[in-house]
């Protein structure tokens, strides 16, 4: 529809706690092969897990001041039993896999930083913001921070958290965060003031209608 009225550039309202693995995987694809688009993911409010997933495959992120992104390691959910289950290592590491490799695709595609993406996904990744005496800035896993500041000049970056983010956490990035770290390109309080921010004129709004998930 977008398409046969002439658009070039999609802004795409997220606003989801996720869902299914298997659907974010799906969105997150179909979005990457729209190579004739422009797509901007506007995170009004929330993207997390899947939404991460489908924010962070768009060509550009855009979020709401107080949005929030990130958390998007998969579980298993009973439905017998109505709560999550234990995974062991095995099916943990095999349900990871595919989203680990989506969100690094989407990573290089965009320019974000691959071990933030790595940290939104997995609790063994860990994250620390480092800067040496002219300023050059890295994203380093623990191991490469101790190499850095045990033997070079590289100090955690002054009034930001360190780590980033720890090997028993998931990354999860407010808006302000998100846009220091380079994941996401602005701020917005509306889809029409990102069609501003752009110079573009909204054309058609297409909202969610019954049956659509």
Known sequence: KARSLGAKTIILEVDTYGGLVTSGLDISRFLKNQ???HVIAFVNSKAISAGAMIAMA?????MTPSGTLGDCAPIQVSPGEGGMVNMSPTERSKAE???????????????????????MVSLPYSVHWVQDETGARRFVSDLDYKKLTDYGSWKPVPNEPDPIDSDKTLLTLHSAQAARYGVSNGNANSAEELASQRGVTIIDRFDDGIGDG
């Open 35 to 37: 190579t004739d688009l």
């Open 58 to 62: 768009c060509d550009e992120l855009i």
């Open 97 to 119: 896999s595919p989203i680990l490799a989506d969100f690094l695709e989407s990573a290089q595609r965009n320019g974000h930083d691959p071990l933030l993406a790595c940290a």
